[in-house]
């Protein structure tokens, strides 16, 4: 491992602090989990890529319905509240 020495603000502090506390983990351990996942995450699949990817899935499913198209907002909000 590379010591790297960072600021952060009053609030980070107290939020990393009480995350390491939770996770009986050190600071140290919090900050490189998030800098792994960051680095993940902006790393992987681009916007492009996602898009893609989406609109490869569209039509990719079917409900058995005739009129899912015209009925969504309601099916979602039902399902939603369930």
Known sequence: MVRTQI???EDEVVAVKRLARERSVSMA???RDAVDEYVRRE???SL???WQ???AAVGG???GRSDLSQTHDDEFAAAASE
């Open 43 to 45: 790393s992987g699949v």
């Open 53 to 55: 990817l989406s609109r």
């Open 48 to 50: 492009d890529e996602r």
């Open 29 to 31: 351990a919090v900050i």
């Open 7 to 9: 600021q952060l603000s």
């Open 61 to 63: 499913f079917h409900s």
